[in-house]
């Protein structure tokens, strides 16, 4: 009897975690991985350049490995942080199962930042993350906080992009998330586990003009 209650039970969490695996999917969000970095007090040296954001300091950084990366300075995403297990670029496991402060709070950024891949003879690339094994995000310090401790490094994530004007949803699950994701777009950030990355590498021109949250010339 009770190995067959055993049977039922770990069958049922499995289908739990195959439902909320196929809501997160259906509601725009992909798994990721994310890092965290110190935008420094100046966001304006950051590789786009603005001095304020509609977030605030919860910003992130794109990779120069990504799909859209000329195209990505203002726009928004609504990021949570993912129980899982993750790998690294180099293919170490960590395990992230139980890293989340609440997988339900989202916080929204924008993304003002680039991460580097790899250059010859720049200390600023980051190979660990920054080179397209997987969807990451690199966060700020103030965005990451909100979702795990910052001690961990390296989380899974969810993440979908957004309309800038969400921001006051951010945590409510109800903002619309824009035409501009790229379902196959590889997403990866400067940062470390546990390091701080760096607020700009020099050589990306940043857009001017536009509006938040749309892509701009």
């Not at 300091?57 to 993912?82: I, L």
Request: aromatic content about 10%; hydrophobic content about 30%.
């Amino acid at each position: 009897m009770t190995n067959s209650i055993l049977r039922v039970a770990s069958v049922a969490a499995v289908l739990a975690l195959t439902f909320l695996g196929s809501a997160s999917a259906d509601a725009g969000w992909i798994p990721a991985r994310s890092t965290w970095f110190d935008i420094g007090p100046d966001l304006s040296k950051a590789n786009c350049h603005y001095s304020w954001t509609p977030t605030g300091r919860a910003v992130g950084a794109f990779s120069d490995q990504m799909d859209g990366f000329s195209s990505s300075c203002g726009k928004c995403y609504e990021v949570k942080c993912r129980n899982s297990q993750i790998t690294d670029g180099y293919g170490q496991s960590m395990d992230r199962s139980n890293a989340c402060f609440d997988e339900s709070k989202s916080v929204i950024i924008t993304i003002a930042d680039a991460c580097p891949c790899r250059y010859p003879n720049n200390e600023y690339s980051n190979q660990r993350w920054c080179c397209g094994d997987m969807n990451h995000i690199d966060l700020s310090r103030e965005a990451f906080e909100q979702i795990a401790d910052l001690g961990l490094g390296v989380i899974g994530l969810y993440m979908r992009e957004v309309d800038c004007g969400a921001t006051a949803n951010a945590g409510s699950g109800n903002p619309t998330p824009t035409s501009h994701y790229s379902a196959g777009a590889s997403q990866q950030q400067s940062g470390g586990s546990g390091d701080e990355g760096w607020g700009g590498w020099g050589s990306w021109t940043p857009k001017k003009g536009g509006r938040w949250g749309r892509h701009r010339v």
